[in-house]
């Protein structure tokens, strides 16, 4: 069985990358490998780390400055490999002192795996700042690991790596919904009419203005018996990356300012969904609109395949990767094409396309498990795992 270091953010808080984490520990524990997850947080000893799973814990002791005794500890487990979650967003004032780590593991020939999840979206968002970030973890990646054919471009097209490792971002399976789940949203969202929803941070790559746009058009379609709810807020950021953060509560501030222009439509913002009703919210909606303008991959696109979801999205690569033929695709940016697309699956005529849909949906997520991604990750840095140790005996 292998021994994983994980360096990422892990829950709590609530965070994409965090979610994405805890799964794939728990598909690496499930199949009887030992994970440390090293974390942003307060503690201090790794003999406190907390226990997740059975052979797996996690640390927060991650600082912005790397510490030697915390260096020291990490390197008393003894790695087989290092696997870092990596997104500016989610690393945050953290960077220097994950790249440090990383740097150490190279050197000692521990492979390290880097899973780069917005490099199509983060590469040029600051200018020279972020690249210059992309190269300088780049330099210290082993192995890199993209979710999407638009993560694969970014990297590659950048001239970041030659080639990089593609495997699904992964799903939890068909998620398991009980009438008492889809009662409780209702109730707690105040839903009596057919849902178009929105769900996830804030961000003007997300095109939530565009579902905005359409909405006159669909609700005009439907005699105004529809109704749409924004379900997200702004990710909170931390140091010199609190910039990111503005630009995010300006969208935010700007989306509730256009609603209360759209005349004639049922238009509601929710703020953060707590995970425990993620997955019933999403399989109530009656269509799940995706209209980002850029992505890399999309973790709300994962969660809506194991809702089995009737999913509308942008026809962009990375939720191409995610999601297949599970979805109607239209052109990014077009509100015209999405009203129709929307109001035609809200149609009673369409009632046996949003059943395929669904079912389309949840095969893909039965297909794309994290049990399965996990292991292809873990396959990738112990194939040079193996390949180091040969060049060593030699």
């Known amino acids: 069985m292998a021994r994983i270091l994980l360096l990422s953010p892990y829950e709590p808080p609530s965070d994409g990358i965090a979610?994405?984490?805890s799964f794939l520990v728990d598909a690496w524990d499930s199949a009887g490998h030992s994970v440390l997850v090293i974390s942003p947080g307060k503690q201090n000893r790794l003999e406190e780390a907390e226990s997740?799973?059975?052979?797996?814990?996690?640390?927060?002791?991650?600082?912005?400055i790397p510490r030697r005794r915390t260096q020291s500890q990490i390197l008393a487990f003894e790695p087989d490999m290092v696997f870092v979650q990596f997104a500016i967003a989610?690393?945050?004032?953290?960077?220097w002192s994950v790249?440090?780590?990383c740097k150490r593991f190279v050197a000692k020939r521990i492979p390290v795996v880097v899973a780069f999840h917005e490099p199509a979206r983060e590469y040029d968002l600051l200018g020279f700042v972020t690249r210059m970030i992309y190269r300088s973890m780049a330099r210290v990646t082993d192995v890199p690991v993209v979710f999407s054919l638009a993560g694969r471009l970014a990297l590659t097209e950048n001239g970041l790596f030659d080639d990089v490792v593609e495997v699904p971002h992964g799903t939890a399976g068909i998620a398991k919904i009980s009438d008492e789940d889809i009662e409780r949203v209702?109730?707690?969202?105040?839903?009596?009419?057919?849902?178009?929803?929105a769900l996830g941070f804030t961000s003007s790559d997300k095109g939530t203005d565009v579902l905005l746009e359409s909405a006159v058009g669909i609700a005009r379609s439907r005699g105004n018996d529809v109704q749409f709810l924004i379900a997200g807020s702004p990710r909170k950021r931390r140091g010199v990356f609190r910039i990111m953060g503005r630009r995010d509560v300006k969208c935010q501030r700007r989306l509730e300012e256009q609603a209360k222009e759209v005349v004639g439509a049922d238009i509601r913002f929710s703020g953060f969904v707590a995970n425990q009703n993620v997955a019933a919210l999403l399989f109530v909606a009656d269509v799940v609109a995706l209209p980002y303008r850029r992505i890399t991959q999309s973790g709300i696109a994962n969660l809506a395949l194991s809702s089995r979801s009737v999913i509308v999205a942008s026809n962009l690569p990375g939720l191409r990767s995610d999601l297949g033929d599970a979805a109607a695709y239209v052109e990014s940016g077009n509100a015209k094409a999405l009203a129709e697309q929307i109001s035609f699956l809200l149609g009673d005529q369409s009632a046996s396309v949003r059943q395929n849909m669904r079912e389309l949906s949840g095969e893909r997520a039965a297909a794309n498990t994290f049990a399965r991604v996990a292991e292809r990750i873990l396959s990738a840095g112990l194939a040079l795992s193996k390949q180091i140790r040969t060049e060593q005996d030699s």
Request: glycine share 2%.
């Open 19 to 21: 979610k994405h984490t």
């Open 99 to 101: 790249r440090s780590l």
């Open 186 to 197: 209702r109730n707690l969202y105040h839903l009596n009419k057919p849902l178009v929803l």
């Open 90 to 95: 989610a690393v945050s004032v953290n960077l």
């Open 52 to 64: 997740i799973g059975s052979h797996s814990k996690v640390a927060r002791i991650l600082r912005s």
